[in-house]
């Protein structure tokens, strides 16, 4: 039994409306750990991890999210499917609700901040229901010194209620599940789901409001590192993609594995705290570095363990978006603080399950902005049902469900960053080749990690300099050798052995594109618009 009564500083949470409440406040990850195991909602792994199940919902509801539509977002957010306004009264009533559900129960209060750049530093205050879910907090968000705690003043609260059930008809949410941004009264509300995804991407989204908006900074869903001779590389890309395994680079220091934001000086700083890996397939010979840090400390999530706690990696029976968090200091070649300055290098990771793009490809301006609004990636067939075939999936600015403005925002942002800084971008392929996906083969994660090394390094450049080939149909620069890949690998074509089928296939994602980015056209500029891939003629 874990007595953490004694080793708990009571605070009042009178303020946000919780009465006689028993407040754990700033209890260590060990505690947490151990109560979370005391009221059985989790069990200890092998490696000494937390592993927890998060119920009903084990990602996140792009449906259930919301912001209150008010004075100081009504002119300025890009109102629609993925910014679904609110009522600012309505949110009052709900918000009255969750207090009074939380109100004579345990409840355990972490005080984080975010932004590792003091100058962007947002101060919040995470309050929850779960134990566990103020671990993840603990792992997700920077943490204070005993010192900066004194005189703590959060600027944002989290209010995390799993087990809080909306009323859809009474309450405006579309089902039992919400999460919920206001801006004025700068609340993140969250309740009817366990998904710990949804407190550090309630503060991501808020984030991307606050910085361009106010601070003339672009964030930005992605991870970054840098290298010994202090140039920073970024990469952008979507769930499944690759973007925290290749930013894990044991010759560089990592920033961070997920959110950023780029500063008017050109430096770049870390959102977080810590790391929100896939684990799916998960090995230490692919992936040494996440799967070391897979120890106390961590919270593994949705995983499939046997009766000695050893987990099933490759066991997606509760979902294939199993998870682990951890504090970033469970990866050992950290730059400290999260900063970096002097952005050199750019990826666009994209998992293309039609296998028709190039592993690396170079990208001019106008072709970074226009796949940078794209965001592609693609599903592969058995992801979800009626899933038979690769389905191209396109989110704005490689993070849609968490971008506030409109994308052309980021994009202009970005453009103008790219040009100040000098920077080459990359679109990187860890999709498939050879042929789409059931036919062909997934990229080399071995092959991938010497193209992104020979792009950092310059030796890529070097190695082709004018002798790029542009591809027919999107029109990128592809090179024609690479240190360490075999040459047959860098042309997607000629790995298919089937030119009828490549260019059929090709064409058909570039109508994809196309078809997709019609939606932007009208607040795009001609250089992004001459980014677009070639139409069959």
Not at 168 to 180: C, K, L, M, S
Request: charge should be neutral.
């Amino acid at each position: 039994m874990v007595n953490h009564s004694q080793v708990t500083k009571t605070i009042s949470l009178e303020q946000y409306g919780i009465k006689n409440a028993k407040v754990n406040y700033q209890l260590s990850p060990a505690q947490l750990h151990d109560i979370t195991v005391e009221k059985k909602q989790g069990v200890t792994a092998s490696s000494g991890a937390l592993a927890v199940n998060t119920g009903e919902f084990t990602g996140r509801s792009p449906k259930d999210r919301f912001i209150v539509k008010d004075d100081v977002t009504k002119d300025r957010v890009w109102w629609g499917n993925i910014n679904i306004p609110f009522d600012s009264d309505k949110f009052e009533k709900l918000y009255a609700k969750v207090v009074d559900y939380l109100s004579n129960k345990e409840v355990f209060v972490r005080d984080s901040y975010a932004c590792a750049d003091k100058d962007y530093k947002l101060n919040i205050r995470v309050i929850n229901e779960q134990p566990w879910s103020n671990m993840f907090a603990y792992n997700m968000f920077l943490r204070p010194t005993e010192e900066e705690l004194k005189d703590f003043a959060p600027e944002w609260t989290i209010v995390n209620a799993p087990g809080f059930m909306a009323d859809p008809e009474v309450d405006g949410t579309r089902q039992h599940n919400f999460a919920i941004l206001d801006f004025t009264r700068k609340i993140a509300l969250i309740g009817g789901t366990g998904y710990t995804g949804e407190i550090k991407k309630g503060i991501f989204s808020a984030l991307n409001f606050i910085l361009p908006v106010f601070k003339n900074t672009l964030p930005m869903h992605c991870s970054a590192n840098v290298g010994k001779d202090g140039d920073t590389s970024i990469f952008f890309g979507l769930s499944g993609t690759g973007k925290t395994t290749l930013s894990t680079d044991p010759d560089r220091s990592l920033i961070g594995d997920d959110e950023h934001g780029w500063t008017a000086e050109n430096s770049v700083f870390n959102f977080e705290g810590g790391c929100y890996a896939k684990v799916i397939n998960l090995s230490q010979e692919q992936e040494p570095e996440i799967y070391a840090a897979i120890k106390k400390g961590a919270i593994l999530e949705n995983v499939i363990m046997n009766d000695k706690g050893e987990v099933d990696f490759a066991d997606t029976s509760i979902t294939q978006n199993t998870r682990v968090s951890y504090p970033i200091y469970h990866i050992e070649n950290i730059q400290k603080p999260s900063t970096g300055k002097n952005p050199k290098n750019i990826f666009f990771l994209t998992a293309d399950a039609f296998g028709v793009l190039p592993p690396i490809s170079k990208l001019t301006p106008g072709q970074a902005a226009y796949h940078f609004i794209s965001g592609y990636t693609a599903k592969v067939a058995g992801t979800e049902a009626g899933i038979d075939e690769p389905l191209p999936s396109f989110s704005a600015c490689f993070g849609a469900p968490f971008m506030p403005l409109h994308p052309t925002k980021y994009a202009e942002m970005l453009s103008q960053k790219m040009k100040d800084a000098g920077v080459n971008v990359w679109l990187v392929n860890t999709g498939w080749t050879g042929g789409p996906y059931g036919v062909g083969s997934r990229m080399k994660l071995k092959y991938t990690r010497a193209m992104i090394t020979a792009a950092m390094d310059g030796s890529l450049e070097a190695a082709n300099k004018d002798n790029y080939h542009v591809h027919s149909v999107f029109g990128l620069k592809q090179p024609r050798t690479c240190p360490n890949v075999p040459t047959e690998v860098l042309s997607p074509r000629s790995t298919w052995n089937n030119d009828e089928g490549y260019y059929k296939t090709a064409y058909k994602l570039s109508d994809s594109f196309r078809a997709n980015f019609k939606q932007f056209e009208a607040n795009a500029n001609q250089e992004i618009l001459d980014g677009a891939p070639n139409v069959k003629k």
